[in-house]
């Protein structure tokens, strides 16, 4: 889980970047030179942290339920014994 915090707390210039390097990389284009292709960059760099926090925050609810009712499971169980 720490993993998947850590990633949520990616600023939007630090994607931006990455994936504009990793663009530039295979494709020998720095969108960082086009205004459009920056802004059309970041728009979807903010699209993509807000869907993993969403992820994130869906993954840490599904946990404390399960959670939740395993400690239920096990204190019913200690009791029949």
Same mark, same amino acid.
């Given at each position: 889980?720490?993993?998947?915090?850590?990633?949520? !707390?990616?600023?939007?210039?630090?994607?931006? $970047?990455?994936?504009? *390097?990793?663009? &530039?990389?295979? %494709?020998?284009?720095?969108?960082?030179? $086009?205004?459009?292709?920056? &802004?059309?960059? !970041? %728009?979807?760099? %903010?699209?993509?942290?807000?869907?993993?926090?969403?992820?994130? !925050?869906?993954?840490?609810? &599904?946990?404390?339920?399960?959670?939740? *009712?395993?400690?239920?499971?096990?204190? !019913?169980?200690?009791?029949?014994?």
């Amino acid at each position: 889980m720490a993993i998947l915090t850590s990633a949520v !707390t990616i600023s939007i210039k630090k994607l931006i $970047d990455y994936i504009a *390097n990793e663009f &530039q990389r295979a %494709e020998g284009i720095d969108l960082r030179k $086009d205004k459009q292709a920056l &802004q059309r960059l !970041t %728009e979807a760099a %903010e699209k993509a942290k807000i869907e993993l926090y969403e992820t994130v !925050t869906q993954a840490r609810n &599904q946990f404390a339920v399960y959670y939740r *009712n395993a400690q239920e499971r096990s204190e !019913t169980l200690g009791s029949d014994l």
